[in-house]
């Protein structure tokens, strides 16, 4: 789960890892009122989408008075705010972060994330900061200081001065360096981040360090744990249809293809669209229902798929391990019959009684294409794209 910057910073306050003054405005006059509260001489306006990129796209102004900051703000309320990160379509600017403006020596960065190959996390700074991570892993890797943290020890004090000498911080600044970077693990740690990331990470004149943005994104199956972080999930900045599957706990992601997916398992998932395209489609999502398949979690499914405008057919293949194929094919001619689906369906069962659900769907007076196994599914399905209306 991604949150706000806003949101992020207020997290990392609470182990004291210094972050700027500021508050988060819904409308033009709360934004000018706010300025006034915090006594601001110099402003600074930041939308607050769930993407970065946020300056080149306008999303980020320096205002000098609290009257130029109201006027801006009217502007930037209800833009869409494309950058490399949101895609053509862009995001919506529903809340902005007013803050004040820093002065800055020098920028740095700082992040932890997951490697999973290692299966370990990753702590990583840089004396590059306040540009692109990516970009500079691509360019300058030797730019990029990286920290492995064993998983029971955590990260050690000579690891996070280590880190601090990287980043060339000397004296009273070193010290607080290494208070800072063990702070962000122990933030990262106890929020069950999955990204943690502070860019940049600001030098001041007087020789302090300051996080001037952040980013935030929690493991979302660690939100049970956490549920002041839960509160903070902006369902505006989410797909819809990702959404409503979540709360039908599906795991399901919009893509961009015309051929619907329902599968149990992510694996099997995973395959399923790899053979779809290899077969001349794209798939248009991927979902995975999970190991009990019920006449419940067929129709969401079905009702998430169909509410793409552009899927054409679906393909549901579904291993009965768990769950038996026979009960599976019911929920899905229950489901067919009760949505009134009306594009084709492609289903390939395999597993616990495989032969009866296939007898049920080819008796069940339903135009079901059903398939003997994977690839047989995937040419079906591409056949009755192509096949003229």
Known sequence: MKIHEYQAKELLARYGIPVQRGAVAFKPREVRRLAEKMALKEIVLKAQVHAGGRGKAGGIKLLHSPAEAEYAAAKMFGMRLVTPQTGAEGKIVRRILVTEAAEISRELYAGIVLDRARRQLVFMVSQAGGVEIEKVAEESPEKIIKEYVDRAAGLQPFQAR???????????LFREGVRLLLALYEACIQCDA???????????????????????????????????IQEMRDTGEEDPLEVEASRSNLNYIKLDGNVGCMVNGAGLAMATMDIIKLAGAEPANFLDVGGGASAETVENGFRIILSDRNVRAVLIN????????????????????????????VVRLAGTNAEEAALLLQQSGMNFGVARDLAQAAELVVAALNKPN
């Open 194 to 228: 999955s990204l943690l990331e502070i860019n940049p990470l600001v030098v001041t004149p007087d020789q302090k360090l300051l996080a001037l943005d952040v980013k935030l994104n929690i493991d979302d199956n660690a939100l049970f744990r956490h549920p002041d």
């Open 162 to 172: 280590r880190m601090a000498f990287a980043l060339g911080l000397t004296g009273p």
């Open 318 to 345: 579904i291993f009965g391990g768990i769950v038996r194929c026979d009960r599976v094919a019911r929920g899905v001619i229950e489901a067919s019959k009760k949505i009134g689906v009306t594009i084709p369906v």
